[in-house]
């Protein structure tokens, strides 16, 4: 693999990562309601299921889910219902202004299997990588490297985007003076939670 060639994927990983999608919308919901701190805990455990996606990619399970539907449609039905009770859930909670009070909702273990099953419960993610990688491996030279330079790569740089999200999440935060307006924004969070398990529903395998 050239430095060109990882270039070419660095700067498609970046625009990847800049795409809002669940994990964002996961990372800003975060930050606006426990502080940037509180939020590392979700971007750690985003990187997990990313983590588990490349690993999958790696032995073939990605192939899997390309070609079969039941597979597909499985995991797909599963992550749109979890995003879509996600979505539920942040809609019904109620304006809140004292960030240690709430903290003590969701425990920094419980923002990080939230953040993981947000990434694994995402066909669209590891089907995507399945397509993506090998467009980037060199056939005739040692793919397990190829791989761990790819999967790196896209870790370090969805790192460096998620902090960025909470460091906004978390400036939001600060203007945020009354109830009502909390109630708000954990009501747009909670609709745009539920939006994206509904657009899932519809994903297509990459083939199709």
């Known amino acids: 693999m050239t430095i060109e060639w990882w270039l070419t994927y660095l700067v498609t990983t970046i625009i990847l990562s800049l795409s809002p999608g669940?994990?964002?919308?996961?990372?800003?919901?975060?930050?606006?309601?426990?502080?940037?701190?509180?939020?590392?805990?979700?971007?750690?455990?985003?990187?997990?299921?990313?983590?588990a996606h490349i690993v999958l990619v790696g032995i073939g399970l990605g192939t899997l889910l390309s070609s079969s539907v039941l597979a597909f449609d499985i995991l797909k039905w599963l992550g749109a219902a979890y995003l879509i009770w996600l979505g539920i859930q942040q809609?019904?909670?109620?304006?809140?202004?004292?960030?240690?009070?709430?903290?003590?909702a969701?425990?920094?273990?419980?923002?990080?299997?939230?953040?993981?099953?947000v990434n694994l419960t995402n066909p669209k993610s590891i089907v995507f990588l399945a397509a993506l990688f090998p467009q980037?491996?060199?056939?005739?030279?040692?793919?397990?490297?190829?791989?761990?330079?790819?999967?790196?790569?896209?870790?370090?740089?969805?790192?460096?985007?998620?902090?960025?999200?909470?460091?906004?999440?978390?400036s939001?935060?600060?203007?945020?003076?009354?109830?009502?307006?909390?109630?708000?924004?954990?009501?747009?969070?909670?609709s745009m939670f539920i939006m994206v398990g509904t657009l899932l529903l519809f994903a297509r395998r990459a083939s199709n």
């Open 22 to 51: 669940s994990g964002a919308i996961n990372t800003m919901s975060t930050g606006i309601t426990y502080g940037f701190r509180g939020t590392i805990p979700a971007i750690a455990g985003l990187q997990v299921g990313l983590a």
């Open 91 to 104: 809609w019904r909670v109620a304006g809140a202004l004292d960030l240690n009070a709430v903290s003590k």
């Open 106 to 117: 969701l425990p920094s273990s419980g923002r990080f299997k939230r953040a993981v099953l």
């Open 136 to 170: 980037f491996i060199v056939p005739h030279q040692p793919q397990a490297i190829q791989y761990l330079i790819l999967g790196t790569t896209s870790i370090v740089v969805d790192i460096i985007v998620m902090i960025g999200y909470a460091t906004l999440a978390s």
């Open 172 to 190: 939001i935060a600060k203007w945020i003076r009354q109830p009502h307006q909390m109630k708000l924004l954990n009501r747009i969070f909670g």
